[in-house]
């Protein structure tokens, strides 16, 4: 009977040794389960200006780096076919995030599309009037009697006149044709005089490749840019968000501009590697104009504000006199509130 006990015992003790074996390989699995689904990447998709271009570098620096997988993100890129639908995917909901020019997102608001831009690429305005040296204009007072090609932007024509007049040009003396995005030709083929709205890291860059000149070479035009000659300065491309983003997942975007201002940073410290990791994802991106536009985005990346607060930092007072001076050249159809418009909170700290 003694016998018959301890067997039992016994049994009974394998039996609870086993059941906790189970047990404890099951919550081993379940616990595993969960760590897997914990580390399984946030999807997130970005929309770009247009076709990848050096501007992108930042961004696809963070991709290369790794800096997006540290913060658990997985970010796929679209391309629109024009600048302001990048914006209308995101007030859809069909990205989270988009590359816009300041003047869009102004626009956007002004039309009740609750975008907002929470970082931005460039601290001051990017167009201006080139014309080439040989010219021998050194005012914009001597536009006069000229002819200058303009991509049909209307927000850069109003800076360009706005500009003249201001230089105290008569500007009906001033013959502004417009000619889309392929202006070089025509300034090579000497149709027109010069650009009207050229970007100082693209066009320039572009003829100077043209004539058998570096790329970098500045002494082979003259450039005028609109926030320099009386246009209030301005930001350019950044990132941007929809206002339902910032309120239902706020640390996605901490997470995503903690990624995006390290890919920044690392494209403008380490520019030819930049350069070579877009050319190695885009190879008709040509390497010259890459690396000249690539040291201009760079310089114009960084200001008194950026030393200060760190990259993608937004002064709200310069957002407000763009917006006050597109409304008085009625670019857009109502006033905007620019502190809904425009947000530095989700940068990380310097």
């Given at each position: ?210 004539i058998g000149k570096p790329a970098a070479d500045k002494s082979t ?25 910032l309120a239902r997942n706020p640390g996605l975007a901490r997470r ?79 006033m905007v509130d620019v502190k809904k418009a425009v947000t530095n ?6």
């Open positions: 009977m003694i016998k018959l006990q301890t067997i039992a015992k016994v049994t009974c003790l394998h039996t609870r040794n086993a059941a906790a074996i189970v047990f404890g390989a099951a919550a081993t699995l379940a616990l595993g389960t969960a760590g897997q689904a914990a580390e399984k990447p946030t999807d997130v998709k970005f929309a770009l200006l247009t076709q990848p271009g050096i501007w992108d570098a930042g961004v696809f620096g963070a991709v290369e780096k790794g800096y997006f997988k540290i913060e658990g993100l997985k970010v796929s890129f679209v391309s629109p076919q024009t600048p302001a639908d990048g914006l209308k995917l995101l007030a859809s909901g069909g990205v989270q995030f988009a590359t816009a020019h300041s003047t869009e997102v102004i626009t956007a608001r002004s039309k009740g599309l609750p975008v907002v831009s929470i970082a931005t690429n460039h601290q001051y305005g990017t167009a201006g009037i080139m014309v080439p040296t040989k010219l021998g204009v050194t005012s914009l007072k001597q536009m006069e009697g000229k002819t200058l090609g303009v991509t049909g932007i209307p927000y850069n024509k109003v800076m360009l006149e706005y500009s003249l007049k201001k230089a105290g040009a008569d500007v009906s003396k001033v013959k502004i044709v417009t000619v889309g995005f392929n202006q070089i030709p025509l300034l090579l083929s000497k149709r027109i005089h010069g650009l009207g709205d050229a970007i100082t890291w693209s066009e320039t860059a572009i003829y100077n490749v043209k035009f003259k450039y005028f840019a609109f926030y320099q000659n009386g246009v209030p300065r301005y930001y350019t491309l950044g990132v941007v968000t929809h206002e339902n983003t995503f501009l903690s990624a995006w201002s390290k890919g920044l940073s690392w494209a403008v410290n380490n520019q030819k590697a930049a350069v070579a990791n877009m050319r190695k994802r885009y190879p008709a991106i040509n390497e010259k104009e890459a690396l000249a536009n690539l040291a201009e985005i760079a310089r114009i990346s960084q200001s008194a504000d950026t030393k200060k607060h760190g990259v993608g930092w937004q002064d709200a007072n310069v957002w407000a006199k763009q917006e006050a001076f597109m409304r008085s050249h009625k670019l857009i159809p109502a909170r989700y940068l990380p700290p310097k």
